[in-house]
């Protein structure tokens, strides 16, 4: 059984989830890296950040 | 000037009549069966090749974490669950076939597995409709 961590499970559908949105939301290659990239950040920062929130939440 | 014009005006209508020849629902019945291969169909060799990548890479790590394939509607929102497996086309049904999957989540790893094997079909429904979108024209 694959029994990643937290954060690698977070990075792993970032990567799958980006790609995705980058080739089907854009058209000319450079923007789909672009857009991917945009993506990947967003979704691995957005849980980092809430992580934090609801770190201090929990205190 | 004029007869450039002219040209790439005529260019743009025989693109536009070539793509609503054919069956224009292919590549998006395709795409959803098997993942990337509406863009293959299309020759989007290197599209189809990245996108088949991450979504079966998605579905076998949701499977490798233990995820639960939805069967049945047990609760209201297994409905919802279970259109999302089906987005995964034949991935689905070869992994219903060969008994793939928890039977239940007994741990969390399991709850995410589940989680990126519904999403994985998701994807895989807006990669599809990406291909068919191709073939009408609506994007190039």
Redesign the interface.
């Known amino acids: 059984m694959f029994k990643p961590s937290h954060f690698a499970a977070v990075v792993l559908f970032a990567l799958f989830a980006s790609v995705v949105f980058g080739i089907t939301m854009r058209e000319t290659p450079r923007r789909m890296l672009h857009y991917g990239i945009y993506c990947f950040v967003l979704f691995v920062g957005s849980a980092v950040a809430l992580s934090w929130v609801m770190f201090f939440i929990a205190r | 000037m004029a007869t450039a014009q002219n040209n790439n005006a005529a260019t743009r209508q025989g693109k536009e009549q070539e793509s609503r020849q054919g069956f224009v629902y292919l590549p998006l019945l395709v795409g959803w069966l098997v993942p990337g291969a509406g863009h293959f169909l299309l020759r989007k060799w290197?599209?189809g090749a990245?996108?088949s990548?991450?979504?079966v890479?998605?579905f076998a790590?949701g499977l490798?974490?233990?995820g639960m394939l939805f069967t049945g509607v047990h609760q209201i929102l297994d409905v919802l669950g279970l259109a999302g497996d089906l987005g995964n086309g034949l991935l689905y049904v070869a992994a219903q076939l060969l008994g793939l999957g928890a039977d239940q989540v007994r741990v969390t790893?399991a709850d995410?597995g589940t989680r990126?094997i519904v999403?994985?079909g998701l994807?895989n429904v807006?990669?599809a409709?990406?291909a068919h979108n191709l073939r009408t024209g609506r994007?190039?």
């Open positions: 290197g599209r990245f996108l990548a991450s979504i890479g998605m790590v490798a974490m233990q790893t995410y990126f999403v994985a994807l807006i990669a409709v990406d994007k190039s």
